[in-house]
DNA sequence: CGTCTAGATAGAAGTCTGTCAACATAGACG
DNA sequence: CGTCTATGTTGACAGACTTCTATCTAGACG
């Protein structure tokens, strides 16, 4: 489960997308984050994870909030896990997952538009 | 090209994605513009078009960076035009590109972690 | 040990995606 | 008008993705 991160892309990746050329690279590996949250399942998963009290969910707690089976889940887990955007830990019966909010937030620094003048509204 | 923009998801959807739990429908529509930018050739494109001077690159200085074909860059920017991340202009003979910042902006602000400490480096 | 439950894995079916070659279209220009 | 160049569109095909059913594994517990 929480065995060795593949450490994803994230590591020469920080400047804005909008400030300087993308390397390939850098896009190859950037472009695996984004796919693994480029599903409706996996985005709300995610969602449902970090906004959990506490910061961690069971997976019995994300089963129940979708329409698709139990193995559907696990695979969509497993994608979020392989991306190194959540990681779980098996706590007696349930398995516990958890967001690493580093990896969000580069995510979200690579996105930020170059204008400073279009701040959030 | 610069048609009707489908004015994407973005209606419903700033709150971060930590803070509270995604829709469904909101969730379908995020996952469309991340799926646009979960290609390496597309987050180059976009990052090429983002960070070229004056805001604009021609598909003609596009084209170059990549190997692959004419029609394969052509369908890139169409996903791209499609997902309301980018909107092209034809002046003369050459088409230029350029992003909408403001889809960007959003995109980062749904990805910002839950807790504060989690700064950018 | 035997059994029950939570979750993961395997394999299959159907769908979607990226890429190309071939063809179409829009201006520029003679 | 005719032709050349820059882009876009179409249709085809291989590979990747999502979901399912069936099966397996890890703890809990009697």
Redesign the interface.
């Known amino acids: 489960m929480s065995k060795q991160l593949p450490i994803v892309a994230m590591d020469a990746c920080?400047s804005p997308?909008?400030?300087?050329?993308?390397s390939?690279p850098q896009?190859?590996e950037?472009?695996k984050v984004?796919?693994a949250?480029?599903?409706?399942?996996?985005?709300?998963l995610?969602?449902?994870i970090?906004?959990h009290e506490g910061?961690e969910a069971c997976v019995c707690d994300l089963t129940d909030?979708f329409d698709v089976t139990g193995p559907t889940i696990s695979h969509h887990l497993k994608v979020l896990r392989e991306s190194g955007l959540i990681d779980g830990e098996r706590r007696g019966t349930w398995v516990y997952y958890r967001?690493h909010?580093?990896v969000?937030?580069?995510?979200?620094?690579?996105?930020?538009?170059?204008?400073p003048a279009?701040?959030?509204?």
């Open positions: 920080c997308l909008a400030r300087e050329p993308l390939e896009a190859v950037l472009a984004f796919k949250i480029s599903d409706p399942i996996r985005l709300r995610l969602s449902l970090a906004s910061g909030a967001v909010p580093e969000l937030a580069r995510l979200s620094a690579v996105l930020v538009p170059a204008d279009t701040a959030l509204v």
